[in-house]
DNA sequence: CTGTTAGCGCCTTCAG
DNA sequence: CTGAAGGCGCTAACAG
């Protein structure tokens, strides 16, 4: 591979001429930035980029934790999240690594920092935090690194948050069904007890049906299928509609009232291609899950040129799922 | 955060000293090493990665390339690669990167080569590589990096194959459908086609069929749900029993059948989750996507050591599952 | 506008 | 067994 040094003499310049032009510093006359240029490409040359990472003082990398298997996921939102953030980060050139959550739940503060700062990271994005993440909290808190967390509403200097509004998207798709199924009596499969996202989810369901003056009842479905079946297998017969935290519940819900042959209407939340496979046409919030993983990492830029944290609030759309509309 | 130098002043060392012990030199006295170990641990001190990797002759980075979205995968066979990866490689200490195909399909092969050498990585380890992929085939055959290969059938000198023999998984499944509805007449609804995994699939059944004098009629369907779909209602009804090269395929098989109302047995190909869906019990192989992911990881480890490239064949198994026997 | 010169933080011969 | 010194490839003042 060629350094930096053999496209210098390549160009009859001095290293930190090249340096100027591929760092894209003002003052290089066009003529040695040309020539330069030549020598570059005659040479296929490529800065290291660790070396490059050591030398300057450029921002560190961004390290991307990811909560596996812990929302309504099946792996689909991760994925999303994965690649919308690598992608994005390519673009703006900023080095990633990639963590999950496993490796590091059983280490401590201290460690959990020490390593990644060993890997020169600076900024985190956070897929999935939730109040039971201990660990992880306290790193945010720390304020160690610039972190953007998205499903999270944390906020503070050096923090941002990047989510779809939960309240106002449960609200709609609550919203959506009463106009079309007018039911009197709501059930309601909620989220994990310590999520972020399903305490705003259910805010939201419970202002609905008070202001609907609607009868609701909520029960705890982790985000689980099974658990959503069990529900509705029991109860599901003494409500007129059930709407859920996540898609898995709604494809759960829908299992149990298929087996019961009655009809409820349901609906979900996530818009995961799952839900395709529910056997019949359904509501739900989409969430594009790959944009807000870029616009997270975008975020991570801006606080990482020293820009303060925010709130960052991304739209959602309401849907109907129809058998298959999402499979190829 | 300390560095090296304030180890070596706390210890009342040399610098060189604690670089030794870092790096597990033999001759260093016990006593010494007890001393730079304490004030490793009282400063919390943690080599800088990037200036190890800089400084030393230690093996690059890995590349893990991901062909998202092309299997039969649905997004979980591609993230159980990349956590399986991913956590191998830390586990061995490797530095990895993680990158989409779709982030190298329009580029030239100097470009991409140029760019991973820049990221210092000396190592690919490729999943879901198919014939189609023409650029990081070449990549591949350059022989600029040592890589593996999951799912395609590339060795020499420096490149390594790591897969479950295809060929012999299916024809167990297929042997095992056999054993219990006794089938005349099977329709095989093959993969995409240049996949290395497809033909050797088709093979398989092809000489299975041959061998039990059974009629087969193969069909293309792409792992497209869809598409089995739509085969399985045209002439679905004409076969005693249909054999899919992926889980996705069986699905849409089985949703046509259910729709045709007539039973016929089904059997799929990889164990993913969604088959908890497909509304019966069905016949699959089951490949252990982590598995194959870390053994590939440590496969790159062993070329990055200059061992020479090999086929690493993994075990696969033959399972029925149930409705949500994997979904929790 | 261009070149010279220190480092970045660590590893690694090579003397002692 | 330990320490001093050079260098990995590049960037960033600072001179000129």
Redesign the pocket.
């Known amino acids: 591979m060629a350094?930096?040094?053999d496209v210098a003499r390549e160009a009859g310049?001095?290293?930190?001429?090249v340096?100027k032009v591929?760092?894209n510093y003002p003052?290089?006359?066009k003529?040695?930035k040309d020539k330069v240029n030549k020598a570059i490409k005659k040479l296929d040359f490529m800065?290291?980029a660790v070396?490059?990472a050591?030398?300057?003082?450029?921002p560190g990398r961004v390290a991307i934790l990811i909560n596996q298997m812990t929302n309504a996921s099946i792996d689909e939102v991760d994925m999303q999240y994965l690649s919308g953030a690598i992608l994005k980060a390519r673009e703006k050139k900023l080095d990633v690594i990639t963590l999950f959550f496993s490796m590091l739940g059983d280490k401590s503060l201290k460690e959990i920092t020490a390593y990644l700062k060993s890997q020169n990271v600076e900024a985190l994005v956070i897929f999935g935090l939730s109040k039971d993440d201990k660990v992880i909290m306290k790193l945010v808190e720390s304020g160690e690194f610039k972190t953007v967390c998205v499903d999270a509403p944390l906020v503070s200097d050096n923090t941002s948050c990047v989510w779809v509004d939960q309240y106002e998207a449960q609200y709609d798709v609550a919203e959506a069904l009463y106009k079309m199924n007018k039911p009197k009596k709501i059930l309601y499969l909620s989220g994990k007890k310590n999520s972020f996202v399903c305490e705003k989810r259910l805010q939201a369901v419970k202002d609905f049906c008070k202001k609907k003056k609607l009868t609701l009842k909520v029960e705890q479905a982790d985000f689980s299928e099974k658990k959503a079946r069990e529900i509705v297998l029991k109860i599901g017969a003494d409500y007129d509609a059930v709407i859920c935290a996540s898609d898995l519940c709604a494809i759960g819900a829908m299992m149990a009232l298929t087996k019961m042959d009655i009809f409820r209407p349901v609906c979900g939340f996530d818009g995961i291609s799952l839900m395709g496979y529910a056997g019949r046409q359904m509501t739900t919030v989409k969430q594009d899950f790959t944009e807000i993983a870029m616009t997270a990492v975008e975020e991570a830029e801006r606080l990482l040129l020293g820009e303060a944290g925010r709130e960052v609030i991304l739209p959602h759309k309401v849907v109907r799922i129809e058998y298959l509309d999402v499979i190829h």
């Not at 310049?13 to 001429?17: F, L, P, Q």
């Not at 050591?54 to 450029?58: A, P, T």
């Open positions: 350094g930096i040094k310049v001095a290293v930190s001429t340096s591929l760092n003052n290089v006359s003529e040695t800065p290291n070396a490059a050591l030398s300057s003082k450029q």
